[in-house]
């Protein structure tokens, strides 16, 4: 069976936009500012809407915020 993470940019990209903050970040999106550490944190894998949403923010395809990495388990 394969586990998979979902990873992000969101911190990257947040210093390279002004040095927003994590909180300025949730009130565009719509979310706490707890969301958002999780998120970035890879605590928490947002809902493909919020996901969206956030790349709309950075004006950056999904790709170039999140990415999808499926690793072989050892049996």
């Not at 990257?12 to 002004?18: D, Q, V």
């Not at 994590?22 to 999106?29: G, N, P, S, W, Y």
């Amino acid at each position: 069976m394969a586990k998979s993470s979902i990873s992000n940019n969101i911190r990257t990209l947040r210093f390279m936009h002004s040095e927003m903050t994590q909180q300025d970040l949730a009130d565009k999106v719509g979310v706490t500012r707890q969301t958002i550490v999780a998120i970035e944190k890879a605590k928490y894998s947002p809902s493909l809407e919020v996901a969206f949403r956030i790349a709309r923010v950075f004006k950056s395809p999904l790709e170039a915020v999140f990415s999808y990495d499926e690793e072989e388990e050892s049996i």
